[in-house]
């Protein structure tokens, strides 16, 4: 996780969502009633419940089909899933805890310099794109590791990808990207 | 009725009886039954309601402290009552002091002990507070029993009536007279007073007055003579119902002067018909005592439970009611709310105010909106559901499945804290939340908070989660 510079760059994860499936169909309207800590959508059909700890969103569909997000790391979202998968069972259902992935990680790190978004918009064309009118961030895909990083000119860069090990193999595949194109500061 | 010296929860509560009353009437008419028990009912509803304290509070705050204050005059002898006590209250003993206007005169306060065993010896010049809030203002001694119902009144009684009697001037001056009044000038007044009263509460209590208490007695010493002779006869009337002619004129009085009667008088008698027997020696203070020891101990969780149901369902409110009368049988309304509902929970205040913790607010309309809306969803994914599930099942049978029925899964560690009895039951127009933050717009719902009913038209709350 660390620069190729020795110093400690602090990748921090902020969201972890995550995927499994109960199979077996669910009531909503049960779980709406019943449950604790729920909201209703039924204009989507789901259901969102939302746990404490760990502080986890889960929205929950009919076919049992369930989405959980907001935790803070990998293990973290298993054991919040688990954890609703128990809630589920206590209702009455008849759940599977079963094809439990993670899909998606979203780290946020922080550069200790700043960074000339045109200049490295230029250098790495065309795997980074930069609309300041439509957002103050250059976009740089790596297509391999299917990771999207988001750069702003502050040098705060926001990471997503399919699991943390992708996300902090994109920070240091960048850095020195980064790196090249930083912005003196002047104070 | 008793819709002076009530809060304006209490006030819409008896108006909704009174409407419910009414609109039965003819039915039970119908049905054979006679027009007493109907009456039964509405005192027997009214009662509990009362016990439950949903509106006692309410009303104690409303009522201005003046309005119970009775001056005795500190030279006033006391007479012998003569049943054996088993508790005395000592004058100056106070066990419990309201805050009374008129602090300056003397007066003790006290607030009977549940499990109040009978008889009990008030001493004159005691306020007597009922656990129910009601404070009633011993004039003369009083000697507090339970006694088999159909006793004439007697004198002891009606000095207390005067006291609760509607509104007027202090009675101070007037009680020794009246103290003299011995039984024997009650029977012959009985008929007389019952006429008389209907014409006298209604001039005495300005309508709408919620401060005017029962316990101003009527500057006239005749009006006390009034009140002992009517008000005595009330309580008989609710307890029997069977008595003849002085009966029904008390009767048609508490029906027809409902706008102006007051809610202790209601007590006193709706306590009649719960309770069993008074003796009419002391019924007035007997009402207020039975109604808090007893009645409350055994109705006012039954009570409280039966409020929301009775404000939510007004016309469901019969069923509710826990009568020897199956009053359910003549309604075919569904009660969706009572003891054995699940009430729908949440903590909110009136004023908006910030609380930790919350449950969503179902009501009724929107539990079925919800059925309705799941019913049809459900219905359609259960298919579509069934088909993908096999091709499912077929490519993901490698797919782990260790939920061990719980052994690996940790309990949920969140207790189930929200076991309140503060609930709200309302309408909702719009429910906000940003993140864990809340944000409720309520409108036409009823709350019981801390044992008090509030009825509102337009509540706005947050809260964080």
């Known amino acids: 996780m660390d620069s190729s510079n020795d110093e400690a760059l602090d990748i921090i994860i902020t969201n972890v969502v995550a995927t499994f499936r109960t199979r077996c169909h669910l009531n909503l309207r049960t779980i709406a009633l019943e449950g604790t800590n729920v909201i209703y959508k039924p204009e989507v059909g789901k259901v969102l419940m939302k746990l404490r700890k760990p502080k986890i969103t889960a929205s929950i569909w009919s076919s049992g089909k369930i989405i959980c997000t907001g935790a803070t790391s990998e293990d973290d979202a298993k054991l919040g899933a688990r954890r609703l998968a128990r809630l589920l069972q206590k209702l009455g259902f008849k759940v599977r805890f079963s094809a439990f992935k993670v899909v998606n990680v979203l780290a946020v790190c922080s550069m200790p310099f700043a960074i000339h978004l045109i200049d490295f918009t230029k250098n790495n064309r065309p795997i980074a794109s930069y609309e300041p009118e439509l957002h103050p961030a250059a976009t740089y895909r790596i297509k391999h590791i299917k990771a999207t990083i988001q750069v702003f000119s502050t040098g705060s860069i926001t990471v997503t990808g399919p699991n943390v090990q992708n996300v902090a193999t994109a920070v240091e595949q960048v850095y020195p990207l980064l790196f090249e194109c930083q912005k003196p500061r002047y104070k | 009725m008793l819709t002076n010296n009530t809060g304006p929860v209490a006030k819409l509560y008896l108006s909704i009886i009174y409407d419910v009353i009414e609109s039965i009437r003819e039915l039970f008419l119908d049905e054979g039954l006679e027009d007493r028990v109907l009456d039964d009912l509405k005192h027997l509803w009214e009662s509990k309601m009362m016990q439950s304290?949903?509106?006692?509070?309410?009303?104690?705050?409303?009522?201005?402290?003046?309005?119970?204050?009775?001056?005795?005059?500190?030279?006033?002898?006391?007479?012998?009552?003569?049943?054996?006590?088993?508790?005395?209250?000592?004058?100056?003993?106070?066990?419990?002091?309201?805050?009374?206007?008129?602090?300056?005169?003397?007066?003790?306060?006290?607030?009977?002990?549940?499990?109040?065993?009978?008889?009990?010896?008030?001493?004159?010049?005691?306020?007597?507070?009922?656990?129910?809030g009601q404070l009633y203002k011993v004039n003369v001694p009083v000697v507090v029993t339970q006694a088999p119902a159909g006793q004439p009144p007697e004198s002891?009684?009606?000095?207390?009536?005067?006291?609760?009697?509607?509104?007027?001037?202090?009675?101070?001056?007037?009680?020794?007279?009246?103290?003299?009044?011995?039984?024997?000038?009650?029977?012959?007044?009985?008929?007389?007073?019952?006429?008389?009263?209907?014409?006298?509460?209604?001039?005495?209590?300005?309508?709408?007055?919620?401060?005017?208490?029962?316990?101003?007695?009527?500057?006239?010493?005749?009006?006390?003579?009034?009140?002992?002779?009517?008000?005595?006869?009330?309580?008989?009337?609710?307890?029997?119902?069977?008595?003849?002619?002085?009966?029904?004129?008390?009767?048609?009085?508490?029906?027809?002067?409902?706008?102006?009667?007051?809610?202790?008088?209601?007590?006193?008698?709706?306590?009649?018909?719960?309770?069993?027997?008074?003796?009419?020696?002391?019924?007035?203070?007997?009402?207020?005592?039975?109604?808090?020891?007893?009645?409350?101990?055994?109705?006012?969780?039954?009570?409280?439970?039966?409020?929301?149901?009775?404000?939510?369902?007004?016309s469901e409110a019969v069923l509710g009611l826990d009568l020897d009368y199956n009053y359910s049988e003549l309604s075919d309304i569904v009660q969706l709310d009572g003891p054995a509902g699940n009430s729908d929970i949440e903590e909110e205040e009136e004023v908006p105010l910030e609380e930790n913790d919350f449950l969503g607010i179902i009501n009724a309309e929107a539990v079925k909106a919800l059925q309705?809306?799941?019913?049809?969803?459900?219905?359609?994914?259960?298919?579509?559901?069934?088909?993908?599930?096999?091709?499912?099942?077929?490519?993901?049978?490698?797919?782990?499945?260790?939920?061990?029925?719980?052994?690996?899964?940790?309990?949920?560690?969140?207790?189930?804290?929200?076991?309140?009895?503060?609930?709200?039951?309302?309408?909702?127009?719009?429910?906000?939340?940003?993140?864990?933050?809340?944000?409720?717009?309520?409108?036409?719902?009823v709350m019981c908070y801390g044992g008090r009913d509030y009825v509102f038209s337009k509540a706005v709350g947050e809260a964080e989660w």
């Open chain 2, 372 to 445: 309705e809306g799941d019913g049809s969803s459900d219905g359609n994914s259960i298919s579509s559901t069934s088909d993908s599930e096999g091709a499912d099942e077929l490519a993901n049978v490698e797919e782990e499945d260790p939920l061990n029925s719980g052994d690996d899964v940790i309990e949920q560690d969140i207790p189930d804290l929200f076991d309140t009895d503060n609930v709200i039951v309302c309408q909702y127009d719009k429910i906000h939340r940003s993140k864990n933050r809340w944000k409720f717009h309520l409108k036409d719902g």
């Open chain 2, 156 to 314: 002891k009684t009606t000095h207390k009536v005067t006291e609760r009697r509607e509104a007027a001037a202090p009675q101070s001056a007037a009680i020794p007279p009246n103290a003299t009044h011995p039984q024997e000038a009650e029977p012959p007044s009985v008929p007389a007073t019952a006429v008389t009263q209907p014409p006298h509460p209604k001039p005495t209590l300005p309508p709408g007055q919620e401060s005017s208490l029962p316990q101003q007695p009527p500057v006239p010493a005749v009006e006390p003579s009034q009140r002992q002779g009517a008000h005595s006869p009330e309580p008989e009337v609710t307890l029997e119902e069977n008595e003849p002619s002085p009966q029904p004129e008390p009767v048609s009085l508490r029906m027809t002067a409902s706008p102006c009667s007051q809610m202790l008088d209601f007590q006193i008698c709706t306590e009649e018909v719960l309770t069993h027997t008074a003796q009419l020696k002391n019924r007035d203070i007997d009402d207020i005592l039975k109604e808090v020891i007893e009645e409350e101990r055994e109705k006012a969780e039954r009570a409280r439970n039966r409020m929301p149901a009775k404000t939510d369902n007004q």
């Open chain 2, 53 to 132: 304290k949903a509106m006692e509070d309410l009303r104690k705050n409303t009522i201005n402290s003046s309005n119970f204050v009775l001056q005795l005059p500190a030279n006033y002898t006391q007479t012998d009552q003569e049943l054996g006590a088993s508790v005395v209250i000592p004058a100056s003993h106070s066990i419990h002091s309201f805050p009374m206007k008129n602090n300056s005169e003397t007066l003790a306060t006290f607030s009977l002990p549940a499990g109040l065993t009978y008889p009990v010896q008030i001493p004159a010049g005691v306020t007597l507070q009922t656990a129910s």
